[in-house]
């Protein structure tokens, strides 16, 4: 049975609306409340959020809805998602939650969950949640209902972790970076850090005012920090998305360094320095066919999981990997987070480029892509992949390749898309092959 309300990264939607509602947030801090009280010890949660609006809202029904069923929470405030999986472990918390939509617009929300060891949960502790929900709440008496506090020293905690993810004689003097932050959680942070490290920070996107999270700026709209960079004379940009586990890497002529050649940089470092473990880095099915060519050449071995960087977390902990990540920007370094965190990953980057002395546009474009192309169908409802008119297409886009490209055509777990990706060495044969499918998809929408 399919779940109702967690998707691919817990649980999203347009808020005041379907399942992103207060009194939604209400029956999940309820019910995630009961699922890990666990022991007689005083139990904790530990609740951050990105810079939407509509974070305060959601960030008050948390709040009921943990200490109504005796858990202590404590909060922290805007903070990225990976700071959130850091203080959970290092407060000793039972669970923590992050109020984010991540890359989406400001309209929309979502609440992810970590388990006491900072990992996203596992679809067992989700169905046992959603079953919660759905259950009449067991309250806790009187004299049991939980506190809450805010901490200080929470965005400290976090700026210390992530400097401490480089040896400590690496330092960024000589460098002028501009940093992105969408006007998202990591609108503090991140140019801390990097500022604290030596480097001359201009940071943009750092400015949030609850409406313009990911809006015109950050990993997912890139012309403010290619702008920025080229006009400064900047070396490098790093660009980050509402919630800062995604990275995306701007030159200093302000051409695009996308995840997989962030995952080419980084993975064949670690394995020239003998840091890399299992033998492999971790990626999608979107990842680029010429990022899997370099690695092998490097004698590095790429498994490809489903889109999402849940699975690509599974497969690295299930094969003993460190480096893992996606084409769009998530990238998780297990040695110094448990989920993907931008900053972190970004400073693996500016190390490469302090230790190579080598131009970003030198160091930072390690292969060529082979010609891919996405793009994304908008449906209203319903099925279009079952449709028989799309699956014919598909299939006549399959033999059109001839075994020289591939397809990856599937359903967002986040919002009402279909994404449609083809890829190969003929661009004319992958443009044609995406335009057709497309247009039964949207044919089949309508």
């Known amino acids: 049975m399919g779940k109702r309300y967690f998707g691919t990264d817990g649980i999203r939607g347009l808020t005041n609306s379907g399942a992103m509602t207060a009194q939604t947030a209400l029956a999940v801090g309820q019910a995630a409340g009961r699922h890990f009280l666990r022991g007689s010890h005083q139990h904790r949660v530990v609740i951050g959020k990105d810079t939407r609006l509509s974070g305060y809202m959601l960030e008050n029904a948390l709040v009921a809805g943990f200490t109504s069923v005796g858990m202590d929470v404590v909060l922290t405030g805007p903070l990225p998602t990976p700071a959130i999986a850091l203080l959970t ?39 046992a949640i959603e079953a919660g929900i759905e259950s009449e709440a067991a309250l806790a008496p009187a004299d049991k209902i939980g506190r809450a506090r805010r901490i200080d020293d929470a965005a400290g905690r976090y700026i210390h972790a992530v400097k401490s993810s480089l040896p400590d004689l690496v330092r960024l003097d000589g460098l002028k970076i501009v940093v992105d932050c969408a006007n998202g959680a990591a609108y503090n942070v991140a140019p801390s850090a990097i500022w604290e490290l030596g480097a001359e920070v201009i940071a943009v996107g750092v400015a949030p005012n609850g409406r313009n999270i990911n809006d015109k700026c950050g990993s997912t709209s890139l012309n403010l920090v290619k702008e920025t960079v080229v006009a400064s004379g900047a070396d490098i940009g790093i660009a980050l998305d509402g919630d800062a586990d995604r990275l995306i890497v701007v030159d200093e002529t302000g051409a695009t360094v996308d995840g997989d050649q962030i995952m080419a940089l980084i993975g064949s470092r670690w394995a020239s320095e003998g840091r890399l473990r299992g033998g492999g880095v971790v990626a999608t099915v979107m990842s680029n066919l010429g990022l899997e060519r370099f690695l092998k050449g490097q004698g590095i071995d790429l498994l490809r999981t489903a889109v999402g960087d849940r699975h690509v977390l599974e497969a690295m902990r299930a094969r003993g990997c460190n480096v893992g990540g996606e084409q769009s920007g998530h990238m998780i370094l297990l040695d110094h987070a448990t989920t993907g965190d931008g900053t972190v990953a970004a400073l693996q980057v500016l190390a490469a480029l302090v230790q190579s002395g080598r131009k970003a546009s030198d160091l930072l474009h390690l292969f060529d892509p082979v010609p891919q192309l996405l793009r994304n169908v908008r449906f209203a409802g319903g099925k279009p992949l079952e449709d028989e008119r799309v699956k014919a297409r598909i ?41 057709g499918i497309c247009a039964a998809v949207a044919e089949a929408a309508a």
Not at 99 to 118: M, T, V
Not at 412 to 428: C, H, K, L, N
């Open 395 to 435: 299939a006549a886009a399959e033999k059109a390749f001839g075994g020289r490209g591939r397809l990856v055509i599937r359903p967002s777990g986040t919002e009402p898309v279909i994404r449609v990706m083809a890829e190969g060495d003929d661009a004319a044969e992958v443009e044609d092959a995406v335009a």
């Open 89 to 127: 472990r290092e407060l000793r918390a039972d669970v923590g939650v992050m109020i984010s939509a991540s890359h989406n617009p400001y309209e929309d929300n979502g609440i992810k969950l970590f388990g006491p060891d900072g990992f996203k949960l596992s679809d067992a502790d989700e169905a």
